[in-house]
Nanobody, 115 residues
Framework: QVQLVESGGGLVQPGGSLRLSCAASGGGLRFYAMGWYRQAPGNQRELVASIDSSGNTDYTDSVKGRFTISRNNDKNTVYLQMNSLNPEDTAIYYC?????????WGQGTQVTVSS
């Protein structure tokens, strides 16, 4: 069973940047499409960025041009570079497989955008 550990969140001012990391253990990520999800209070968890095994990426409209997903298969890690953050980006961020067949969720990492 793959275990996922997210890190890199924190409190940042509007317009700021953060880089999230997702480290996997118990299995390799190399052959899987991976995604970053987020869940804001009162909202459902949503997929905001995904990257397939070939490195092709996709983003939800609200983060296009601001977020960049990447992966390092040798380190079994997926990243999310977030720039030009705004208060609407405040949420707990999680990583997991992209698609319907997901692994158990990690604890996530809190991102708070506030002045």
């Amino acid at each position: 069973q793959v275990q996922l550990v997210e890190s890199g969140g924190g409190l940042v001012q509007p317009g700021g940047s953060l880089r999230l990391s997702c480290a996997a253990s118990g299995g390799g990520l190399r052959f899987y499409a991976m995604g970053w999800y987020r869940q804001a209070p009162g909202n459902q968890r949503e997929l905001v960025a995904s990257i397939d095994s070939s490195g092709n990426t996709d983003y939800t409209d609200s983060v296009k041009g601001r977020f960049t997903i990447s992966r390092n298969n040798d380190k079994n890690t997926v990243y999310l570079q977030m720039n030009s953050l705004n208060p609407e980006d405040t949420a707990i961020y999680y990583c997991n497989r992209a698609g319907s067949l997901i692994w158990s969720w990690g604890q996530g990492t809190q991102v708070t955008v506030s002045s």
